[in-house]
């Protein structure tokens, strides 16, 4: 029997002929002669080097910790930074309520007053006759003069594009045309000609319908930008408020991890950034509530009750120039009331003295109220509404006089002397003078309390929170020495 054959070798490849060098060999040849290459390596990426690292360090002890220091000290520079940014923005706005817009307000206030008062003025010396007493006269161009200065300030303070600089410009416009007008009112009432009693109702027409709506305008303009101060300076920092729990209670955990490991109660560079924490967390929570209770105080017991008085006192002022003017038309204007001609400024004199009010109804019934007690600012109200009561009554008399055809009787008893409802509106006035002075006084102080209550905040709780970051550092430093 024929035995198992043999196993049959593996072809080799052709061989070139002897003496043929391997540059003159097929490039097949080459290729078969040369070992298969390797495929090249993926290059990985920085990033992900850098990951696989933190991961391989983060399963041993010092490269936790590491990432536990770095994490407090973010937390706690964080806190410190949102803190003193915060806190700024509202210190500013508190700062800018006390400073700016409410002087701004109370200046607008102002010009619509001395608009007001000139144009009382006016009609007064005009009911003098051609002998205007000196004193109407002063009064006049004071009140002309002080709305001059004032809306220059406003102009300074308005920008260029608010609706404050169109009511400022409209005014400084007008302004001129209407003390051209009064001029030539008062030239012609020297005269004796009827001519001056037109021109000064075509001034008190644009006082009234164009240059106290302006003044209206600007006056609301600064209020809603007081109001817009409050609102950035009164809420709290809840942003800041929320890192600060954060980072407290990241030290915390930690401490309380460092202590599960070691044994030891106290690290002193994590108790240090604790501390500093908790102090610029209280700081922040107590000083804020503080600031915010005081600017609350200052808008409740101050603002609203200069934005009433400011309102009663521009009331009376109108009404007591539409009371004027009552006896300077003699009827020339008349306005329909349920189907019956009226003068129409005794209309008006009547519409606004209802608006005033008493002590318990209208501005004046509001401002006691706000007042909630005070002498200081309850006292002068209520002597102005007294003497309101008081000037209604004269007033009657004298609308019975002009009634019954005695025009200088009447013309005695609103700017007489002695027992004229002019007297009555001086004491009206003064009075509510007195009553912004004292609760301007009450809104400084509040507002000053308020503002107060953030001074030093913002620094001091940067400087803690860099001290607080340094702790927690050398804290955790401490930790990993124990490893070298």
């Known amino acids: 029997m024929p035995g198992p054959s043999a196993p049959t070798p593996p072809a080799a490849p052709p061989q070139p002929p002897p003496g043929v060098p391997p540059a003159r060999r097929s490039p097949t040849a080459q290729a078969a002669a040369q070992p298969a290459a390797q495929p090249a390596a993926k290059r990985r990426t920085a990033w992900a080097e850098g990951t696989d690292r933190l ?61 007001a008062d000139a144009n009382t003025a006016a009609s007064s010396g005009f009911l003098a006759g051609g002998q205007e007493p000196a004193a109407v006269r002063d009064r006049y161009e004071r009140d002309i003069e002080r709305a001059s200065e004032k809306l220059a300030k406003a102009a300074s303070n308005a920008g260029s ?120 967390l209280l700081w922040l929570v107590i000083g ?7 600017l609350n105080e200052s808008y409740d017991d101050g603002v609203r009750s200069l934005n009433v008085l400011n309102d009663a006192r521009i009331g009376s002022l109108k009404a007591r120039g539409n009371e004027n003017l009552t006896l300077v038309s003699r009827g020339a204007e008349t306005t329909e009331v349920k189907g019956e001609s009226k003068d129409k400024f005794d209309v008006s004199y009547r519409a ?46 004298a609308r019975e006089s002009d009634d019954s055809g005695d025009y200088q009787g009447a013309l005695n008893k609103v700017i007489g002397a002695k027992g004229a409802t002019g007297e009555c509106f001086d004491n009206v006035d003064a009075a509510l003078d007195r009553a912004l002075a004292h609760e301007r006084r009450e809104f400084e102080q509040a507002a000053e309390d308020g503002r107060g209550a953030m001074r030093g905040l913002p620094v001091g709780a940067a400087v803690l929170a860099v001290l607080g970051a340094g702790g927690a550092v050398l804290g955790i430093g401490r930790r990993l020495s124990e490893y070298r």
């Open 288 to 294: 804020h509530t503080f600031a915010r209770s005081g």
């Open 352 to 397: 606004l003295m209802k608006r005033l009010g008493d002590k318990d109804s209208g501005l004046l019934g509001e401002a006691v109220a706000l007042a909630d007690g005070d002498p200081g600012g309850e006292n002068p109200v209520l002597d102005a509404a007294e003497n309101v009561g008081v000037w209604k009554e004269r007033h009657e008399v």
């Open 55 to 115: 991961r391989a360090a983060a399963t041993t002890e010092p490269g936790r910790l590491r990432i536990i220091g770095a994490v407090l000290a973010a937390l706690v520079i964080g806190f410190g930074a949102v803190t003193t940014w915060q806190m700024t923005d509202r210190s500013a706005a508190a700062h800018d309520v006390l400073y700016r817009s409410q002087p701004l307000s109370d200046d607008a206030a102002a010009i619509y007053r001395s608009l």
């Open 161 to 280: 594009t608010s609706s404050s600089a169109a009511a400022v410009g409209k005014l400084n416009e007008l302004l001129p045309e209407y003390t051209g007008l009064i001029e030539r009112a008062r030239a012609n009432n020297r005269q004796g000609l009827p001519l001056g009693g037109a021109y000064l109702r075509y001034a008190n027409d644009k006082m009234q319908t164009q240059m106290l709506p302006a003044a209206e305008k600007l006056y609301k303009a600064e209020n809603a930008r007081l109001s817009s101060d409050y609102a950035k300076a009164e809420p709290y920092p809840w942003f800041a408020i929320a890192l600060g729990v954060a980072a407290l209670a990241a030290l915390a955990w930690t401490q309380r991890r460092n202590y599960r490991r070691t044994n030891r109660v106290f690290n002193p560079g994590l108790l240090a950034a604790t501390a500093a924490g908790t102090v610029v």
